[in-house]
């Protein structure tokens, strides 16, 4: 089997080293393939996600991705290859887990439409700014029908089985009216799960305030990216935040955090959202014990006190990665 990793920008290289590391440690049968993208790619080649990694990506079953840098204003011919590997591949729902304590919840978040489409233009001599926000019915039926396949499995589990819609169809009554009325034609199908509606504003208090109450929330592109870092914060913050991208037979693993240039090449990167990303790749491609035996030995660190700065302690990327690698040749 065929794992292809992005390390990208920043701190990604720096976290990709230790999830390499361990996913090797834990199964040393796969392949694994490395491949560029990201600005520093775009700044040598002109390219930010290369065909030669469209294709790695294309022929891998899962890919680890670390963080790429996007520049926050206009660069020509540079696309975020995040989103574009999103589109591209299908990967159609994003699923970002938190779990800390008294809360366990996730946010999936829909992957391929939305203001993510890609169309922005200015008008009016560059004095007017458009963006197009595109909502399908088959985008979102098939998002919502991932969001309750997963709560009912939460439920099998011992959740509660409840789906939060978030949307502001009271203000976007075409597009968000689209997700919503579709959403709860969807909902009608799963009778033994409990449905409630949320508008992403409220939706935002309540998850900063009262994270206990949700269980699986499903909502548009944006919405579910501003949410799911809000969501993170009772998980431990961004330093621990995992996600999946989630297509036809394909995944794509990647920290929520991005490439945090800040701290790039101190060598304090907490590595634990990567390394989660190794779980949750583990458990996808059946393998739980594996994953088991990760989590086990990040715990184990963890409590340890071996920890990096923005997790409380003093340690560095390294000291925490030989402690976790330490743990998996030992136990
Ligand atoms: P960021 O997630 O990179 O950083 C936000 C803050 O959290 C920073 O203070 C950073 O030091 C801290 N942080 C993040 N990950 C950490 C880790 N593993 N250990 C310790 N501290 C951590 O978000 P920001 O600053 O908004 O974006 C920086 C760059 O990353 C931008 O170019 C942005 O476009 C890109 N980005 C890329 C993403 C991706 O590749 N999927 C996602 C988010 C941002
Ligand atoms: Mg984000």
Redesign the pocket.
Known sequence: MQICVIP?D??GPE?MAVATAALRALAPDLTLTEAEAGWGVFQRTGVALPAETLAAAREATAILFG????PSHPVPGYRSP?VELRRTLDLYANIRPTIGPGVDLVVVRENTEDLYSGRERLEDDGNTAIAERVITRTASARIVRAACELARTRQAAGHPGKVTIVHKANVLRVSDGLFRTVALEVAADFPELTFEERLVDVAAMQLAAQPQRFDVIVTTNLFGDILSDIACIHGGG??VAASSNLGHGRALF??V???????AGRGI??PT?ALNCVVMLLEWIGRPHAAERLRRAMDAVAAAGIR?P?AGGDATTREVADAILEQLTTH
Do not use: Q, W, Y
Request: negative net charge; proline residues 8%; aromatic residues 0%.
């Open positions: 990208g920043g701190i976290v963080a790429v840098a996007s995040i961004l330093g990647e920290p955090h991005g490439a945090a240039p800040d701290i990167a907490n959202a990096t923005d």
